[in-house]
């Protein structure tokens, strides 16, 4: 079965520190891949997605993501963090033949000033 | 363009009741797709409408069941409440196909006394 796994749960970073999110996934095609981001009390937002081509890809607010096939990862990254990032962020992966999402439980994101 | 919009916002149901909840999307979007969001289990997929057919459902028992109308808004059903309903119900609408982006709704706050 299709799973995504964020290993962590909570993390804090400084601000103006880089950021990576981890995220894997269990999956026998390629992957439709999606990282969204998730403010209190509010919906998701869509950071990026991966659907093929490049494996760098970029996304809104300074995100960007890399697709590695050999180990099943597409971890987030951003290389100076905001206060304003102070979030919880979503992995997901499209099903196949299906098209709903499975999302990984989720990283929240603390930033210290 | 305006986005996904849910409604109601909050609402507070007692156990036994029933309640529907309202998702309009994106103008031009004719799929919508309902999820499940709590802190135990996380983001879980309901069912997908398209073309007010019922495309793809998730692993939730009958009391869950939804309706999509001509002009694509959908609503979902839940009757018979209990307390471990009380969740955010997410709202994402994308054009037609699998693989599309999809666009999430602010969500509906249920809780269940």
């Known amino acids: 079965a299709q799973s995504v796994t964020q290993p962590d749960i909570h993390i804090t970073v400084s601000e103006g520190a880089s950021l990576e999110l981890r995220c894997n996934y269990s999956y026998g095609a390629t992957p439709y891949l999606f990282w969204y981001v998730q403010s209190p009390g509010q919906g998701l937002q869509l950071l990026l997605k991966y659907f093929s081509g490049d494996t760098l890809v970029q996304g809104i607010k300074g995100f960007e993501a890399e697709f590695k096939r050999s180990q099943s990862s597409f971890n987030l990254r951003k290389p100076s963090v905001h206060w304003s990032d102070a979030a919880e962020y979503f992995c997901?992966?499209?099903?196949?033949?299906?098209?709903?999402?499975?999302f990984g439980q989720g990283t929240e994101l603390s930033v210290k000033p | 363009k305006a986005g996904v919009t849910q409604t109601p916002r909050y609402l507070i149901k007692t156990r036994g009741q029933q309640v529907t909840l309202s998702c309009s999307p994106i103008?031009?979007?004719?799929?919508v797709s309902w999820y499940q969001q709590t802190p135990g289990q996380g983001l879980q997929f309901l069912f997908e409408?398209?073309?007010?057919?019922?495309?793809n459902k998730g692993n939730f028992p009958g009391r869950f069941s939804g309706r999509q109308f001509s002009n694509s808004r959908s609503e979902m059903n839940v009757s018979t409440l209990e307390l471990g309903d009380s969740a955010l119900y997410l709202c994402?609408?994308?054009?037609?196909?699998?693989?599309?982006?999809?666009?999430f709704g602010p969500g509906t706050r249920l809780l269940v006394l």
């Open positions: 997901a992966v499209e099903q196949n033949q299906g098209g709903k999402l499975i």
């Open positions: 994402a609408s994308r054009t037609s196909s699998y693989q599309e982006t999809q666009y």
């Open positions: 103008s031009g979007h004719r799929s």
């Open positions: 409408y398209f073309s007010e057919t019922q495309r």
